[in-house]
């Protein structure tokens, strides 16, 4: 069987996301079961350089992992020729400047969302990389799991006859720090530092709609910090300037109306951490990260209002569950690997810097909602 090596730059593995999703569950399970293999049969291995700001760090992820390339310099990183794709999850207010230096040294990228701290510097993104011809990806990790790709069957298979509305509910309680640990780091609850949950939350929101709904036309949102003292991860009480819920309606192409609640200041009492209840004329369906219910016309209860009752019908068992009917891997792997069988000339991947650019206006949008209190329209993006 033919092999190939394809050497990638990851900048940012020490954090939260680069470490757990991207490195380990991505990278190196790619690497530990042989690599990628195209539509030919020829395997492509992967070669990560690790990229940081702290060499120890480093030093101990590599040795943890089986691994000897790693530097604390980004150009000399980007300077090696055996290297072709570079990957950024670093905090997100330092990712521009690193991706530019990147497309400029010819490399092909893959990044977290979001792609940059605006729409202005989205749009430079997508400009120098269409320019200097790299082949750009973002990540859309929700696509891929398994609740959203048994939601995205139903959909295909006109289950829901014409589709009313969605609504989503993502969130649980973040620890302000003080009793127990935040479970985030504290720069997502800092606006200076690039912080804020719709930042976070509405790029996110703005793959799921368009990938499975329709492009997103309009937004109002309400905005709000809600808790305005946390603590940091030395313990530190810091001023929490960034928003910490947001609350957002979402007008679709097509006429689909989608509300989504964001928050890091609710507690949980739901199946999943996040959920879409989607109705349609035909059936509804409730979809999570993993689990995916639904509930046809036919099989629809009648319930009757009655407040002098309590209610006794067991709504939560009158749904099917959709069976899997495959083995889902993890989200980041399997985009991961599209990814690079995109850059290795095998298959397609969508998911592209102007996408990017559509989540960070969405998030734009919402804020620009809240801090005037109106509803805002969005027109197609273009370079
Ligand atoms: N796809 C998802 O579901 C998802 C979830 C959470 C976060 N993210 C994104 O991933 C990125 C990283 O988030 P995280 O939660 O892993 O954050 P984190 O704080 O855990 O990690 C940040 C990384 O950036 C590095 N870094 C580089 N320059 C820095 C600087 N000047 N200050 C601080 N850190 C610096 C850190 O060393 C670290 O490796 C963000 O852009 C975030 O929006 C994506």
Not at 136 to 156: A, E, M, Q, W
Not at 186 to 202: K, P
Request: proline letters at 3%; charged letters at 25%.
């Amino acid at each position: 069987m033919a092999q190939r090596r394809l050497g990638i730059v990851m900048n940012g593995v020490t954090g939260r996301m680069g470490y757990r999703q991207h490195l380990v569950r991505s990278i190196l399970a790619i690497r530990d079961q042989g690599g990628v293999e195209l539509s030919d049969g020829t395997l492509v291995q992967v070669d990560p350089l690790l990229v940081g700001r702290n060499a120890e760090k480093l030093q101990d992820l590599c040795k943890r992992h089986g691994l000897d390339r790693w530097t604390t310099d980004l150009d000399e990183a980007l300077s090696s020729s055996e290297d072709t794709v570079y990957f950024d999850a670093q905090l997100t207010s330092v990712r521009e400047r690193a991706i530019l230096k990147a497309i400029a040294a010819g490399k092909h990228i893959y990044t977290e969302k979001p792609i940059a701290d605006d729409v202005a510097g989205s749009l430079r993104l997508a400009q120098a990389a269409t320019d200097a011809g790299v082949k750009n990806g973002v990540v859309h990790d929700k696509l891929y799991l398994p609740g959203l790709l048994k939601l995205k069957r139903l959909v295909d298979s006109g289950f829901f006859g014409r589709i009313l509305s969605v609504r989503g509910e993502f969130g649980y309680w973040v620890f302000e720090g003080d009793l127990q640990p935040a479970q985030r780091p504290s720069w997502n609850y800092r606006a200076e530092d690039g912080g804020g949950i719709t930042t976070d939350m509405f790029p996110h929101w703005n793959y799921v709609l368009e990938n499975l709904f329709g492009r997103v036309e309009a937004v109002t949102a309400r905005v709000v910090t809600h808790i305005s003292d946390r603590w940091d991860e030395r313990g530190e009480p810091y001023a929490a300037t960034a928003d910490d819920a947001a609350y957002g309606i979402f007008e679709l192409a097509g006429g689909v109306v989608a509300q989504i609640n964001s928050s890091w200041t609710t507690r949980v009492h739901r199946d999943e951490l996040v959920e879409f209840h989607v109705d349609g004329t035909h059936g509804s369906a409730v979809a999570g990260l993993h689990r995916c219910v639904a509930q046809h016309r036919t099989q629809t209860p009648k319930p009757v209002w009655n407040p002098d009752l309590v209610e006794r019908t067991p709504f939560r068992e009158q749904w099917f569950a959709v069976p899997d009917n495959q083995e889902f891997d993890n989200g980041f792997k399997a985009q991961w690997e599209q990814f690079i069988r995109y850059v290795e000339g095998d298959g397609e991947h969508p998911y592209d810097f102007l996408a990017g650019v559509r989540g960070v206006r969405l998030a734009e949008a919402g804020l620009e909602s809240s801090r005037e209190g109106r509803r805002v329209t969005l027109d197609e993006v273009a370079l």
